[in-house]
């Protein structure tokens, strides 16, 4: 239900004078308009009233604004300056933050270039794979600090999802949406409910349902003094904010992966596991990345049926199809791998298991297992600090492997494909690893890197700040010491990346074949 009652402060706001004299450019949503003036962003939310929020009143969009800026303070601090009045006087004359009777409220933001949005950059191909690494880590931080919110969650909580989508469905799919495959995955989405519902109800006990951002994908994530920034998480309804974290975090890896984004989506991905630590959840994942394409399915038909434009009505559509169809893909089997890859530093193993992980096991990839990092996070010091000899004494290094094995085996218990990437050059711990697919009943895949040591040498010492100390000495005395009888799939690591991945891949899809 819309409500006329803002049309004077429309007015007003559109005006120049309020703002100096500066032109003022307008966006609108559903629920609200912005109104960028000068360096300034000024967002009314709209008198309106849904099946899911509610700004019918001025007290309402009060404390709707006040919740968003104390959310979003979380993650983009400098980007919030507060909650501003829009005042009418006594003659009837309004204002922005006068002295007269509040009839309307604004978030008050510092206005940033509408091309530093994330969607904007994946649109015209410029989306750096590099932002994604503090991307996560934006995330991550984000979710730490965020309030626990045990009173949602859940089974119920995600069965409250799966009812919405089936609903939207019915009401605002119809002519749009196959009702059969609705159905269909209306049926499979409430079946893994049942298979995994205990574990959601464990992470809500487990303090992984927080007040998240609720609506993470690239629209709203934009680039500010170089680093990616998440802004306007839903305030307005705490049953589509109060989630788990990875289910929040699915939303923005669904989003890369439907623009094709394979490589980023990996990343992110990656990176907030290893940021996060957080692994108890991977189980989850179809569940929670077919709910966020089927929200969208849903929310795509709904916005195709509200347009006057046939162009653009017909492109909602397909999108909404496109949706669902990617909706039920990410419910499909996927069985389980492991593969491990060796050879000494500078062969450029983590290069090859980075480009590896999209394509292995279910999406977004297989959960990459770097020995470097682990090996800093077990000493608790930044990923790129140099460690002196103490981080590399035997039982340390021992420490570092056996960490490598459980992860993977914990990962791999969660029906999640692993790639370990260490050096293996004891034939013990070549060993080792083999043994944790086989205890989890899992193929396995062993690729060893090798190239003349000069060149490994040449390669460590170019190397900019790295999660791997390793120089020219390390890779001689690893050259010196050997690598006794390797039996794993050997590549040139002298070729270059695209080849060695490429070989790489090929051997991972014929083991992997019937």
Not at 64 to 88: D, F, M, Q
Not at 274 to 285: M, R, V
Not at 445 to 473: C, H, I, K, Y
């Amino acid at each position: 239900m819309i409500f006329d009652t803002q049309k004077d402060v429309i007015g007003h706001l559109m005006d120049p004078a309020t703002h100096g004299g500066a032109v003022v450019d307008r966006i609108d949503t559903h629920s609200a308009i912005v109104f960028l003036a000068g360096s300034r962003a000024l967002k009314l939310k709209r008198a309106v009233r849904f099946d899911y929020l509610d700004f019918s009143t001025e007290p309402l969009r009060k404390a709707a604004c006040e919740a968003e800026v104390r959310i979003n303070r979380l993650s983009a601090p400098s980007l919030y300056r507060g909650v501003v009045a829009v005042t009418r006087a006594a003659n009837g004359s309004l204002a922005l933050g006068g002295r007269g009777l509040p009839v309307d409220w604004l978030v008050d933001m510092v206005r940033f270039d509408q091309d530093g949005l994330f969607d904007r950059l994946a649109a015209r191909n410029a989306l750096d794979l590099r932002l994604m690494a503090p991307l996560a880590a934006a995330i991550a931080r984000f979710h730490d600090v965020a309030d626990r919110r045990d009173d949602h969650g859940g089974r119920a909580g995600m069965q409250w999802v799966v009812d919405g989508n089936a609903a939207g469905f019915v009401q605002q799919g119809e002519g749009i949406l196959d009702p059969v495959l609705c159905s269909e995955l209306t049926s499979k989405t409430k079946a893994e409910i049942d298979r995994v519902g205990d574990l959601l109800d464990e992470r809500r006990r487990q303090g992984r349902v927080r007040q998240c951002h609720g609506d993470l994908h690239l629209r709203n994530i934009v680039l500010l003094e170089g680093q990616p920034t998440l802004f306007d998480a839903v305030e307005f309804n705490d049953e589509i904010a109060c989630i788990d974290v990875l289910y929040d975090l699915a939303f923005l890896l669904m989003d890369l992966w439907r623009r094709r984004l394979e490589a980023h989506a990996s990343a992110v991905f990656n990176g907030y596991l290893f940021e996060s630590g957080d692994l108890s959840g991977l189980a989850l994942l179809p569940l929670f990345l077919s709910c966020r394409a089927a929200v969208r399915a849903k929310t795509s038909a709904t916005a195709a049926r509200m347009q006057a434009d046939p162009s653009r009505a017909r492109e909602l559509q397909d999108l909404a199809k496109e949706y669902l169809a990617m909706a039920g893909d990410f419910l499909e089997p996927s069985a389980a791998r492991l593969i491990a890859v060796g050879g000494y530093s500078g062969s450029g193993k983590s290069t090859l298991a980075r480009a590896m992980a999209p394509s292995v096991g279910r999406v977004p990839g297989a959960v990459v297992i770097r020995s470097d990092e682990i090996r800093k996070a077990l000493l608790g010091v930044p990923t790129v600090e140099r460690l002196g000899p103490e981080g590399y004494t035997d039982a340390m290094t021992q420490r570092v492997y056996q960490a490598v094995e459980q992860r993977a085996a914990d990962v791999l218990r969660a029906g999640h494909s692993a790639i370990a990437d260490a050096v293996f050059a004891r034939p013990s711990d070549r060993i080792a690893i083999e043994e944790v697919a086989r205890a989890t009943a899992v193929p396995f895949l062993g690729l060893w890197l090798e190239a003349a040591p000069e060149l490994l040498m040449a390669r460590t010492e170019a190397r900019g700040p790295d999660a791997s100390d390793a120089g020219a000495s390390i890779v001689q005395r690893q050259a010196e010491q050997g690598a006794g009888q390797v039996t794993w799939h050997r590549l040139d690591a002298g070729a270059s990346p695209q080849a060695v991945a490429s070989r790489a891949l090929a051997l991972a899809t014929a083991e992997h074949s019937p």
